[in-house]
């Protein structure tokens, strides 16, 4: 069978352990799928090609995570971030897909480098940020999202303040799934949503559905806290190795 945007076989398998493996450290620390997915799928094609994919698949796992999260869901964060993602979602994705491709590995593996900073730096504030500072956050989070990574500018803002670890939660499943979903008309009138990215979610549902399962149940021996900093140090090891590509 023919792979998805031309894909050899060896960058298929890369992809394929690398989507499982994303999704085990999504479902055991909540973190990463996304930003794990596109800097490794831009060592071996278009790292643009599986922005849609990793956004569908998210959708998904959003879903599974919903159960019993609503009521915990804080709606005015979510409306506030919105009214910035909004305004950053046409010129995300205007920019990265108006660029060669090794100016989106560049752009890409930067801007995830800076966000491991901010959150390996555990940046902490007294009280909890309200207002324009979310929606400044929600701006960055939409232009971050024309790469599918909405999560880490609104992940590092979260973990800054003092927000109970259930709302932190909700409210994050919430707005993830919002933005996503507003993410993909975008995407698909820049050509970057298709039947190859509908095969490629396809063939990836078993491994997304595992990785998931078995990072929830929690197999390994890590504690969360430090089993998410390895994940970072991770994803900083593949923005480098993107930046790398772009350059050689």
Do not use: K
């Amino acid at each position: 069978m023919a792979l998805p945007f031309d894909l050899s076989a060896g960058a298929g398998l890369w992809l394929a352990a690398l989507i499982l493996g994303a999704a085990v450290i999504r479902g055991y620390s909540g973190f990463g799928f996304s930003a794990l997915v596109v800097a490794g799928a831009a060592l071996v094609t278009q790292p643009l090609n599986f922005v849609a994919v990793v956004l569908i698949c998210e959708v998904i796992l959003t879903a599974q995570a919903a159960r019993g999260a609503l009521p915990d869901v804080d709606w005015g964060r979510v409306g506030r971030l919105m009214a910035g993602a909004v305004v950053g979602l046409p010129l995300g994705v205007w920019a990265l897909t108006s660029v060669g491709i090794d100016t989106a590995r560049i752009v890409i593996a930067v801007f995830v480098l800076a966000m491991c900073a901010i959150l390996l730096a555990g940046w902490r504030v007294a009280r909890e940020l309200r207002g324009l500072p979310e929606a400044g956050v929600g701006l960055a989070s939409g232009l971050a999202n024309a790469a599918a990574m909405a999560g880490l500018p609104v992940a590092a803002f979260f973990a800054a303040q003092p927000i109970s670890p259930a709302g932190f939660r909700a409210t994050l499943i919430a707005y993830f799934a919002i933005v996503d979903l507003a993410t993909l008309p975008f995407l698909w009138r820049a050509g970057h949503v298709s039947g190859d990215s509908l095969l490629a979610v396809g063939l990836a549902l078993p491994l997304l559905l595992l990785g998931n399962w078995a990072g929830s149940r929690r197999f390994l021996a890590a504690a969360p806290r430090d089993f998410r900093r390895m994940a970072i140090g991770l994803l900083a090891v593949l923005a480098l190795l993107g930046l790398g590509r772009a350059f050689v």
